[in-house]
Structure formats: structure tokens, C-alpha cells
């Protein structure tokens, strides 16, 4: 059984940069692809990025252009996204998926695989 395990959140300042990383343990997924979605408190459940299985394609939420960066080593199981200048918009608990379809994790549609999830919270 597959499972994607989130690190890297946590407590921290407006303006900030922060990575969370995800790595999937159980067996190789090869020739999925992996991304990242969010849900603030009190609110819907978003896409935010997603990366093509050889990590040569990556796309984006409009919200996150700019200031996310999702990234990926060719053939890893292993998945990042940093952000930079952090907001306190940007508070929300971060799920890392994984997904033999780069256009389904895009499209939000039945996604085989989900973490947990890591909360980061962005103070003022």
C-alpha cells in the first residue's frame, strides 16, 4: 500500500519563504505524476501545482504563479513545493497526490492518491 507522507510546515512570519516536501513510501510509482492542493480554514479544497513524472512539466494554479515553485527529481517519488513571500492568505493545511494522469491532477478528478496533509500557518 502506497502511502505520500507531508513535511515541512509549520508556524511562520508574513514575507517568508517555506518548502513543504512529500515523499511516497510503499512501492515506486513509476510514471506518476505528483502535485499539491490546499484547503484553507473554512474553505474549498484547491489545486495548486502539479509535475509531470520526469519533472520536465509543471503547472500552476493563476493563484500560485509567481510565488510557488513546484519541483521534482526525474524518476523520485519525492515531490516539493516552496513558496516565497508568504501571505497570511496562504494559511491552509497543504496535501500532497500522486496520479498516473498529470491532466487529472490538474483537472481535480479522481486523484488515486493523497497525503495527509501538513499545516502551515502564516502569521502577520
Known amino acids: 500500500q502506497v502511502q505520500l507522507v507531508e513535511s515541512g510546515g509549520g508556524l511562520v512570519q508574513a514575507g517568508d519563504s517555506l518548502r513543504v516536501s512529500c515523499a511516497a513510501s510503499?512501492?515506486?510509482?513509476?510514471?506518476?505524476?505528483m502535485g499539491w492542493f490546499r484547503q484553507a480554514p473554512g474553505k474549498e479544497r484547491e489545486f495548486v501545482a502539479a509535475?509531470?513524472?520526469?519533472?520536465?512539466?509543471?503547472y500552476y494554479a493563476d493563484f500560485a504563479k509567481g510565488r510557488f515553485t513546484i519541483s521534482r527529481e526525474y524518476g523520485k517519488d519525492t515531490v516539493n513545493l516552496r513558496v516565497d513571500s508568504l501571505k497570511p492568505e496562504d494559511t491552509a493545511r497543504y496535501y500532497c497526490?500522486?496520479?498516473?494522469?498529470?491532466?487529472?491532477?490538474?483537472?481535480?478528478?479522481?486523484?488515486?492518491?493523497w497525503g495527509q496533509g501538513t499545516l502551515v500557518t502564516v502569521s502577520s
Open positions: 497526490v500522486a496520479d498516473p494522469s498529470f491532466r487529472a491532477i490538474i483537472a481535480s478528478d479522481d486523484i488515486e492518491l
Open positions: 510503499g512501492r515506486t510509482l513509476n510514471n506518476y505524476a
Open positions: 509535475v509531470s513524472w520526469s519533472g520536465s512539466s509543471n
